[in-house]
């Protein structure tokens, strides 16, 4: 089983709907980060949080602690959003020797 | 103020053959991470190092893989004799603090996309 499991795999939306990414792990971590990746492309890092929520623009990440959870949101998708979305964590007490979670296939369609 | 540089996009390699990572940090940024991204599989932490050292190369390869970060100059990741199975996306990312700092943020390059002929 790996550490970081994300659900769904795939998700394809219209336009306009929201949507939700979810990640679980399984160690003590100390950050969580929310990645995005274009087909092609580098990795921008969206969101690093280890409590709480924080909300950038239409995306809002939370993460909950104990029940070692976080999850990604997406509100008025447009087709832009359209990308591999990654969850990865840092486990407690190390570097940012991140363990990665699969990544969610994102597609929105106009 | 620019992002984090990775050269080249794209490399192509035949087996046997040498190949050279490069990775220029964002200005003010101190710290190196390499990931490593095989084809249907997820990212994977190769190591970490600062100026002149490495601090972490736990997920390197045991064989045929190096990396530096020098004193001036990018941080290379270094893989001699490629096979095919080392054909994948080399992900580079650097951060203003050291790793242990719990808030210390990463800012991600393009990545460099080798492929093993």
């Known amino acids: 089983k790996n550490e970081v499991e994300q659900s769904p795999q795939n998700l394809t939306a219209q336009e306009g709907e929201f949507i939700t990414i979810n990640c679980s792990y399984s160690?003590?971590?100390?950050?969580l980060h929310w990645l995005q990746q274009h087909p092609g492309g580098g990795i921008v890092s969206l969101f690093m949080?280890?409590?709480g929520k924080k909300k950038h623009g239409r995306l809002i990440a939370t993460i909950n602690i104990q029940e070692k959870h976080s999850s990604l949101h997406i509100t008025a998708s447009h087709p832009r959003d359209s990308a591999v979305y990654i969850c990865?964590?840092?486990?407690?007490?190390?570097?940012?020797?991140?363990?990665f979670g699969t990544g969610t296939l994102l597609a929105v369609q106009p | 103020n620019a992002g984090v540089m990775q050269n080249p996009r794209h490399l192509v390699r035949r087996r046997g053959q040498e190949a050279r990572l490069r990775c220029s940090p964002m200005?003010?940024?101190?710290?190196v991470y390499w990931y490593r991204q095989l084809p249907e599989e997820g990212l994977k932490f190769m190591v970490y190092?600062?100026?002149?050292?490495?601090?972490?190369e736990s997920g390197m390869p045991k064989e045929r893989f190096s990396a530096e970060f020098p004193k001036e100059g990018p941080s290379i990741l270094r893989i001699q004799q490629v096979v095919r199975g080392d054909s994948a996306a080399y992900f580079c990312?650097?951060?203003?603090?050291?790793?242990?700092?719990?808030?210390?943020?990463?800012?991600f390059g393009n990545g460099t996309r080798l492929t093993v002929t």
């Open positions: 160690v003590g971590i100390s950050a």
């Open positions: 190092l600062q100026k002149e050292n490495i601090i972490d």
């Open positions: 200005k003010g940024h101190s710290h």
């Open positions: 949080l280890s409590s």
């Open positions: 990312a650097s951060s203003p603090w050291p790793g242990t700092v719990y808030n210390s943020p990463l800012h």
């Open positions: 990865a964590v840092r486990s407690s007490g190390a570097t940012n020797k991140l363990i």
